[in-house]
């Protein structure tokens, strides 16, 4: 039971607004030479040709009124312009020969230029992706496979451009209270002066600080896939079909956030720079909460992505 004036008081009415926008234009040609005698010596098809380009354009805009501004909330504004050409090609070189059926290779690549553009800071960068696949069947019944292809994903305007704040998280600082868990030099790395060591006070409660949200320094991560395999499409059974195929991937600057936990852990233990540089400590206290001590997790080029397996389908 609280009067209008009270409840006014205490309830502020807030606002925040994000738009994400995009715009493709693509244009792309397609051609069969095969009429105009484009083609190996040994094959019935010609050379099959696809050349393009392509242009997009990536919008964020975030937007927090002062209440929500109050409470850690912050704009966000960010623009990709992305331009690309690209091509692809598909080459039979036998058909119909003893012992080949038929024997091709499948060919592309794409050129893209970035320009990423947010507020008080722009970076650009250009990534040229490929493939190559070569297709032989040596009868109708069974057609071998093999193919490698280089490709990148370029960050997101959200992993770019999203709005970064700080926020809680449940961890402790091994370098702080009057005897820390680890020794002045292992301290020393995360940011600990001489001068702070033991004298840092604790995070209250094991509550301590992040720093989440986009960073438009990240650059894309970049992948090489390599597959083998066959399928088997017998012709005394038209309705079954058998494929098996080998695969194997690796991602290098593989796009993601880690977790502030690990981040403390690794920096103390290992003294690796990529987890110590993640460090933000009060210039002051060395303290990792409050508003001017936190540890990074916003979006980051963390390491590596790696598998392999085999897939096996069959239909009948």
């Known amino acids: 039971t609280i009067s209008d004036a009270a409840f006014q008081y205490l309830y502020v009415p807030s606002y925040t607004r994000g738009v994400d926008r995009e715009l493709v234009l693509n244009g792309t040609v397609n051609a069969d030479l095969t009429s105009y005698g484009i ?3 040994w094959a019935d098809q010609g050379l099959g040709l696809s050349v393009g380009v392509e242009h997009r354009e990536e919008y964020l805009d975030f937007q927090a009124d002062v209440v929500a501004q109050s ?12 331009s690309e050409v690209f091509g692809e090609l598909d080459l039979p070189i036998v058909s119909d020969r003893p012992f080949i059926h038929s024997l091709g290779i499948d ?4 050129y893209s230029d970035y320009k990423n553009k947010g507020v008080g800071s722009q970076s650009s960068y250009s990534a040229s992706t490929y493939k190559v696949e070569f297709a032989y069947a040596p009868t109708a019944d069974v057609r071998f496979r093999a193919s490698y292809n280089r490709a990148i994903r370029a ?3 959200a992993e770019l451009f999203a709005s970064q704040s700080l926020g809680n998280v449940s961890a402790n600082d091994p370098c702080a209270g009057p005897t820390p868990a680890f020794s002045l030099q ?3 790395a995360s940011g600990v002066t001489q001068a702070l060591y033991g004298r840092i006070p604790e995070c209250p409660a094991e509550v301590c600080v992040a720093q989440y949200g986009g960073n438009p320094d990240v650059d894309p991560e970049k992948a090489d896939t390599y597959t083998f395999g066959a399928v088997i499409t017998p012709t005394f059974l038209r309705s079954l079909s058998l494929s098996i195929d080998y695969y194997r991937i690796k991602v290098n600057g593989y796009i993601g956030s880690i977790d502030p936990t690990l981040t403390i852990k690794q920096c103390v233990s290992t003294g690796n720079p990529f987890f110590c540089d993640l460090f933000h400590r009060d210039p002051r206290s ?9 540890v990074v997790a916003t979006t980051q080029n963390t390491g590596y992505l790696k598998t392999d397996g085999i897939d096996i389908n069959a239909d009948y």
């Open 39 to 41: 083609k190996s010596p």
């Open 71 to 82: 409470k850690g909330t912050n704009n966000a504004h960010g623009t990709i312009d992305v």
């Open 107 to 110: 060919a592309g690549y794409r």
């Open 155 to 157: 960050p997101n305007i």
């Open 186 to 188: 292992a301290c020393q």
């Open 286 to 294: 060395g303290v990792l909460f409050g508003n001017d001590g936190y």
